[in-house]
């Protein structure tokens, strides 16, 4: 690979509020880098850099042709799930008529317990990894379990496929089945093994991130360490904040000690412990917070990871999306398998319009267009890792963008006449893996 | 066909708040109906039946064998969709950030005008028909155009794939684009004349159902007229109720001059036109109804079609389902393709569940469990074909019931010991058509 260009229907993001869309437009690729997106190529540029046409099917080879033409069929960037569990991914769908805490116990815990084995890892994440390929969601951020060796095993095949994400071991000292408890020094120690791990093996796209389960699994003094470790090594966080009302009282009431009346929140937990916008940080959730935590997640440039399907499943309400978008907080968007019952973005994407268009009707909140969401799940997620991988461009085709991209068809007989955001809609409304013909990563066809 | 025994894990909802389950279990199936659901087979019953053994790809000619083993494979009852306009198959998903009067006239409308062309129908019903069929949905109450010629075609299409259906001509002399306007005297001769057809044709799962698109499409003539009609044929009736607040004040200007002080609610506009009761009658949505309209529609037995994933895309609010359900209304769910984005009724279901959830966090309702849902799009609505379908039983698998059943197998892999309720929450959740295995309506394999 050194450059080429891809042709076709191509829709992104750039600003939150609406779709670019070039019909048969060129993008071209230098690099894996997005250089420019044209309306027609002019003689000139057919010139300079030597154009031939290949067909879909002759592009093995990257070497050998310039145009990749894919006809009508859009081209958009691919999706980045800014909150997922992996070990999840088997419970997906099970058991969600339980109370949180029978969930938890009976499948969650249960499920994470298993892959104390090594062998049940090598069963189950090949076809979580296989399960993101196929929704199109090329980089993700990636909760494990607390095992440091299942863990490697994930990050293993992640790499093999050639995908990118973020991955934490899990944290957690309290408040779980006794097999899922570590001690503060095991949980520390295994948190730098699993991170040098990764190091020496030296991925292209893979990198740990900090994962204390949630405030309320870990005693202060893990936290505290979790948050040094984070600072000394310049890792991101991930956590988890203010999914319920019932987990915020209880988050206030574990920490009282040391939280005050104006410090009082759920965030300033994790900001007491260093766990909160010193290094790059995204909380999954924040459906309930605090002007406070507003402040702050505005102040230390936060994100929150808006996971709509898993709000519902779990019955936590309604995020005031429209709100905090428009108060300008760095929002993103989450499957949270397994709560979250698809991986598939674009049914997550659809689930926060929808949502959000039920807080219009029952509180008069703007609603979310579909543009906004699809935002959320490209650009407003590639800005994290733009903060974790210093100096890429991620989520849309403007320049200098890492070419990340879907190339979508669907085959419905009826949709002959469709503009490509009417094509776009259709895959975001009713497409499935199947309508995803092709995949990029920086560049690179992902297989 | 005479007889049969299908083996499987078999789950059905006889009442509606749980589920029944005869894992391993035998039912025995004569001319179509249900017999009886056991966990062994005597020997007595066994000599008595004459019973052997057969595999799954040797069901073609039933009268060969007695057995059909579908080993760890669950049976449960096929769905039955209460609220689908066929002809919005082919815009589905699209165009669902605009309002909804935008919507209507760049899609819907733009669209149904189409279908004055019989060639388009012949093109597009198809598709449709097999959409239901894919997703497992063996029974509906559709909603097709004005046009006589096209819903002609839409009926044969039903019938040819061997599912029931209660189809509908649209009526509607105004507030719609010119072409989709008639006078009183045509519509209500092609609503005869359709409805004459389908009777000529004798087809056996097939029945009209009459139609008024909704009260603002038809004058007070027009609707007292359909009305007529509808107890003179003893004809079901179909049309919408309550969607949004806005339609609700609409509708009460509309029909200011005939709407009193004690009865002056939308309901009350049908009921004065001889819609609302007389004959079995379905209204979809029914969101915001008026404690009056609880009653009318309790003391006339009419059904509310619950469609969630519409009301949610159309931004029209969440009904209040537990608090009808507990009242004894008769609810079913929809898709309500178009404005729905699936005709999956699975995804429907997991919808009004969801639904409800968000009800119990924003007013404190009480949360619907899945085997409620998945009762309202069965038996719920079997209990509306079974009005129509005088002596039928339909939506279950008790005794005397027709054998109307999808036979679901989900091949994640990671799945192997799980219970068949669980195996049902995934095909919920995560299921699609390629979880279904094989149909059956009224005893018969529908291919």
Redesign the interface.
């Given at each position: 690979m050194t450059s080429y260009i891809v042709k076709g229907n191509i829709i992104h993001t750039p600003s939150i509020h609406q779709f670019e869309v070039v019909e048969n437009g060129y993008m071209y690729i230098e690099n894996g880098k997005c250089q420019w997106i044209k309306n027609e190529l002019s003689e000139e540029v057919i010139k300079e850099l030597n154009i031939s046409i290949s067909k879909i099917d002759e592009i093995d080879d990257l070497s050998k042709t310039l145009i990749y033409d894919f006809k009508d069929m859009i081209i958009i960037p691919s999706f980045i799930d800014l909150h997922v569990h992996a070990p999840q991914?088997?419970q997906?769908?099970?058991?969600?008529?339980l109370s949180l805490i029978d969930w938890l116990y009976q499948y969650t815990f249960r499920i994470e317990e298993r892959f104390a084995d090594i062998n049940y890892a090598k069963?189950?994440y090949p076809?979580f990894v296989q399960g993101l390929y196929d929704s199109g969601t090329l980089r993700s951020v990636v909760y494990g379990t607390i095992h440091k060796e299942s863990n490697e095993i994930l990050v293993d095949e992640l790499n093999k496929k050639g995908l990118c994400a973020l991955v934490g071991k899990v944290n957690m000292n309290r408040f779980a089945p006794i097999n899922l408890m570590e001690t503060v020094e095991k949980s520390v120690q295994d948190t730098y093994d699993f991170i040098e791990d990764i190091k020496i093996k030296n991925y292209k796209y893979i990198k740990p991130i900090v994962t204390p389960r949630f405030a309320p699994s870990c005693s202060s003094d893990l936290l505290q360490k979790l948050g040094d470790l984070s600072n000394e090594l310049s890792l991101p966080i991930q956590s988890h904040l203010c999914e319920t009302q019932r987990e915020i009282d209880w988050v206030k009431d574990l920490f009282k000690e040391e939280l005050t009346k104006e410090k009082g929140t759920y965030s300033d937990v994790y900001k007491n412990h260093s766990l909160y916008g010193n290094q790059p940080t995204v909380m999954a959730h924040g459906i309930f917070m605090e002007p406070r935590e507003i402040e702050l997640a505005l102040e230390h440039n936060v994100f929150i990871a808006h996971c709509p399907t898993s709000n519902?499943?779990i019955?936590?309400?309604?995020m005031p999306l429209a709100k905090y978008i428009d108060l300008g907080l760095n929002i993103g968007l989450g499957s949270d398998v397994g709560a979250g019952?698809?991986l598939a973005m674009n049914q997550v994407i659809?689930s926060a319009?929808?949502?959000s268009?039920?807080r219009?009707?029952?509180y008069g909140d703007r609603?979310l267009?579909?543009a906004e969401a699809f935002y959320l799940a490209t650009k407003g997620n590639g800005k994290f890792f733009e903060q974790v991988f210093k100096g890429e461009k991620i989520g849309s085709f403007e320049e200098g963008s890492s070419f990340d991209a879907l190339v979508i068809k669907d085959d419905h007989?009826?949709m002959d006449s469709?503009t490509p955001i009417?094509q776009l809609?259709?895959f975001?409304?009713?497409g499935?893996e199947s309508s995803i013909k092709m995949r990029f990563l920086n560049g690179d066809i992902i297989r």
């Open positions: 991914y088997i997906m769908g099970i058991g969600l008529d069963k189950c076809a519902m499943n019955t936590s309400g309604i019952h698809t659809i319009v929808q949502n268009k039920l219009h009707v029952l609603k267009v579909e007989p009826l469709l009417e809609q259709r975001l409304y009713c499935n």
